[in-house]
């Protein structure tokens, strides 16, 4: 095995660090901490870990503390065992929607700062495959950017890359590559993770397997991932990037769930779809449809344009090498929407570098951020719904109840339940090897621009009501619940494993609060660090 280990230097770190305030030494907090890193009580770093991406909940830390590697947030987990009541909430790039990743009145890690920038790339083998062994507060578009400046690149991917390691790995991670490799979750080897009794752990499917599946979209409850090793495998070089569209779902549902079980060799390497309004609304209609500026929707080419109030846009890659003659990538992306059913006419081609693809959504961030628009509210709903219901769930909610649609993109593609482990902690639609990922990725505009958050909150819990009112088989994914009977309902036959889980590896639920599974003393149980009974 040949190990190149090196400290990776993120592009911006050449840009000054703004001053913290209202610093205090790590003694001022009522604990023995002894940690090499520090402990903010300051306004600003209070504002930071008080608010999500979501933008619709704000609970104030008591502190927030920025370790400096595994050991300090060790001694944390440690040190809040012994308190009273206090809890720790890992905060990673904040992308959370509801609060999962606060803690009212208690510890929040800034987990960006626990060795994020330090990566070790591991090569073995004639056939070239890969690891990556990365902090678990590393960005994804970080590990990506290393990882193909040796030639490699991960197997699975979410849509957005600034996104930390150990907070997808905590939910799932999915994008259009999981229909072919799995969810990130089915991407990682080992793990290291500090569990709520204060213990660094190293795990893998053969070493304390329990905790690796566990905290494997664990949602944080069992332990803080600190480290994880990801295979690679060589990296592309370019992506025949395609977007083609239909006038129903049906067609779409087809051609989708056809792609998504050919075999490798024969389809795309990338699958995603999504809804949107037939018209010419700069949101939610006809231009979010085309890549490259310039390319233009023509609307006259859908048959019976009155009839349709949204349209199916499914959304495509082909990756090659540079080396690749054009020709041979023609015929074969050519082969392969051939025998597709979009619509004739309304199909889009680019040609982009493999990097620039996967980062595709970066560069809507700062589009976003120059509107003044990212900062607004974003009361998304994340659905995993079975291929059974897909038909129905268009009928009554993508036709209807958001036909004007969301305020932002409606994914909605198909995944596979055998490229899921079952041993993690993740839960699926009950039937069907055949599930769809459905998001509705709203943004809430200032009044008059569109809907209000409340609005919009109020919207995603009429969808649920005709889900459940229709008794389509689903499950929320990033989900949000504010009762443990909502928690029971969404694990089901898991809830057991769950809770057996929760009081092996953190049975005092000092961790992850935000997610509201779990009180502080939830078990009514003493318990014993280092022999000392609590």
């Known amino acids: 095995m040949i190990a190149y280990a090196e400290r990776f230097v993120p592009e911006n770190d050449n840009e000054a660090e703004p001053p913290r305030q209202d610093h205090h030494d790590i003694q001022s907090l009522p604990l023995d901490l002894q940690l090499q890193g520090t402990v903010d009580f300051g306004a600003s770093s209070a504002a930071m870990a008080a608010r999500d991406f979501g933008g619709m909940q704000s609970v104030s830390p008591l502190a927030v503390i920025r370790p400096m590697g595994v050991d300090d947030v060790a001694r944390l987990v440690k040190a809040v065992l012994c308190s009273g009541d ?8 904040g992308h959370s929607i509801n609060g999962q990743a606060m803690s009212d009145q208690g510890l929040v890690v800034d987990m960006r700062t626990a ?48 996104l930390t390691v150990g907070g997808t790995l905590s939910n799932a991670g999915v994008s259009g590559q999981a229909f072919r490799y799995g969810p990130q979750t089915s991407n990682v080897t080992e793990l290291e993770v500090v569990t709520g009794n204060g213990d660094i752990v190293l795990c893998s499917e053969r070493e304390n397997s329990e905790l ?3 905290a494997l979209g664990g949602l944080g409850q069992f332990g ?20 083609v569209v239909y006038e129903d779902l049906d067609s779409y549902r087809r051609d989708a769930e056809g792609l998504v079980t050919g075999r490798e060799g024969e389809s795309f390497d990338y699958v995603e779809g999504f809804v949107f309004v037939n018209s010419n609304d700069s949101v939610n209609g006809w231009p979010t449809v085309a890549i490259r ?6 609307s006259a080419l859908v048959p019976n344009s009155l009839r349709h109030p949204v349209l199916y846009c499914l959304e495509l890659g082909f ?23 979009y619509i004739e006419g309304l199909e889009f081609q680019a040609d982009v570098v493999y990097a620039d693809f996967l980062l595709r959504v970066k560069v809507a961030e700062e589009h976003a951020k120059a509107n003044g628009i990212w900062d607004a509210p974003h009361p998304w709903l994340n659905m995993f719904v079975s291929a059974d219901d897909i038909l129905e769930f268009d009928r009554l909610i993508f036709r209807d109840v958001l036909k004007g649609g969301v305020g932002g993109p409606v994914l909605v593609y198909p995944l596979l339940r055998s490229k899921w482990d079952r041993r993690t902690s993740v839960v699926l639609p009950e039937s069907g090897e055949v599930f769809y990922l459905v998001a509705l990725l709203r943004f809430a505009l200032p ?11 109020e919207e995603n819990k009429e969808v649920l009501r005709i889900c459940d009112e229709n008794r389509f088989d689903y499950k929320l994914y990033l989900p949000h619940y504010k009762s443990q009977d909502e928690w029971k309902a969404h694990f089901g036959g898991q809830w057991a494993r769950f809770v057996d889980r929760k009081m092996r590896f953190d049975p005092m639920a000092v961790l992850a609060p935000g997610q509201r599974i779990f009180s502080r003393s939830f078990t009514g149980r003493r318990c014993c660090i280092n022999g000392n009974e609590l």
């Not at 206090?86 to 790039?93: F, Q, S």
């Not at 578009?141 to 290393?146: G, M, N, Q």
């Not at 500026?293 to 023509?298: A, E, V």
């Not at 015929?331 to 025998?339: A, C, D, H, I």
Request: positive net charge; charged residues 20%; aromatic residues 10%.
């Open 86 to 93: 206090l809890t720790v909430a890992a905060r990673g790039n």
């Open 115 to 162: 060795e994020a920038d330090r990566f070790q790339i591991l090569a073995e083998g004639p056939n070239g495959i890969g690891y990556a062994v990365v902090p678990g507060g590393a960005l994804w578009e970080d590990v990506l950017r290393v990882c193909l400046s040796y030639g490699y690149a991960p197997r699975s991917y979410t849509d957005y890359l600034s």
């Open 212 to 214: 690796f599946f566990a």
């Open 224 to 243: 803080i991932i600190t480290r994880a090793k990801i295979p690679l495998q060589p990296a592309p070089d370019m992506v025949r990037w395609v977007r």
């Open 293 to 298: 500026p310039g390319q233009r929707f023509d």
């Open 319 to 341: 990756n090659y090498r540079r080396t690749d003659k054009t020709s041979t990538v023609d015929s074969v992306v050519g082969g392969l929407l051939g025998r597709l059913r």
């Open 447 to 457: 009044f008059p621009q569109g809907q209000s958050a409340v609005q919009m909150v």
